[in-house]
């Protein structure tokens, strides 16, 4: 559907210290961000950092493409990638990507090891 392949960057100890329960959420973060990438952003370039200190994972998903348009109100897959955040006490952030485009940032705590 993008028709181009995205960066992929992964960093830190995710195959250890990320708990299945948080782990099924990351291809849904990814599938639904690509998604909206393609489908709204018409974007060419996307990168997708996925990451942790231990401490919280991290998901960005930078495009390079229209950016939202601020009078859009309607959410429906961002919706359901914030309450995927709540659930677990985390938060999704969507702001303007540089020079164009829009970045998903998806950040949810890790317990304590
Ligand atoms: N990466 C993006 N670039 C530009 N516009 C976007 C991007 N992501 C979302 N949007 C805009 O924000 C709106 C809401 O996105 P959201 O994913 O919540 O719903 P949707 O994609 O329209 O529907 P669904 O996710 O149910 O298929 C989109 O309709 C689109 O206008
Ligand atoms: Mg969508």
Redesign the pocket.
Known sequence: MLGFTPALRMTGLLDTVVPAGHCEHVPAVVR??L???A???H?TAVEVTVETDSRRLRLR?A?D?????SA?T????????RRRAADLDGSLT?TPNEPA??V?GWTVPLPAQ
């Open positions: 639904e961000t998604s909206n990438a489908r709204h952003a974007a998903v495009d493409g229209t950016g939202i348009d859009v309607r959410r429906s897959g961002l919706d359901n990638l969507v485009g829009t998903v």
